[in-house]
């Protein structure tokens, strides 16, 4: 991969406040989201989500044994999308997976105040100094 696709691609972290902890409907849902977005966003080149919660009155070793918190202990979404670029990343955001999966579980989420109908994410957008891959079993 050329050094000026490298840097048209998108990386962001978003993370999405919860309710009431990670109900079993909800994580189906982030599961089929997941796969939906592997299966029809071809540009979407990372999709992760991931469940946690703050780490200010949690054990440091609560998770490091590869278990999780109960889920009712959870606290947020949080999720590591890669995009080819930023109209992949526009893509994915008009995308029917995504758009269903927000209109549908957003009762899940604390919901933003100043834009109806969206969570109150906190969204970085990273530019990557440097990373390593191992193959995730």
């Given at each position: 991969?050329?050094?000026?696709?490298?840097?048209?691609?998108?990386?962001?972290?978003?993370?999405?406040?919860?309710?009431?902890?990670?109900?079993?409907?909800?994580?189906?849902?982030?599961?089929a989201l997941a796969q939906a977005v592997h299966e029809h966003e071809p540009d979407t080149l990372s999709y992760a989500v991931y469940?946690?919660?703050?780490?200010?009155?949690?054990?440091?070793?609560?998770?490091?044994?590869?278990?999780?918190?109960?889920?009712?202990?959870?606290?947020?979404?949080?999720?590591?999308?890669?995009?080819?670029?930023?109209?992949?990343?526009?893509?994915?955001?008009?995308?029917?997976?995504?758009?269903?999966?927000?209109?549908?579980?957003?009762?899940?989420?604390?919901?933003?105040?100043?834009?109806?109908?969206?969570?109150?994410?906190?969204?970085?957008?990273?530019?990557?100094?440097a990373a390593t891959h191992r193959r995730d079993d």
């Amino acid at each position: 991969q050329s050094p000026t696709m490298a840097s048209e691609q998108v990386h962001l972290i978003s993370r999405w406040p919860l309710r009431r902890g990670l109900t079993p409907e909800l994580e189906e849902a982030l599961v089929a989201l997941a796969q939906a977005v592997h299966e029809h966003e071809p540009d979407t080149l990372s999709y992760a989500v991931y469940v946690g919660a703050f780490a200010v009155d949690i054990p440091p070793t609560a998770g490091a044994s590869g278990g999780r918190l109960p889920d009712d202990q959870q606290q947020a979404v949080t999720f590591e999308e890669v995009f080819l670029d930023p109209s992949a990343f526009e893509r994915h955001l008009d995308g029917e997976a995504f758009t269903r999966f927000r209109t549908t579980y957003l009762d899940h989420f604390y919901e933003d105040p100043t834009k109806q109908g969206w969570p109150a994410a906190t969204t970085t957008f990273l530019s990557r100094l440097a990373a390593t891959h191992r193959r995730d079993d």
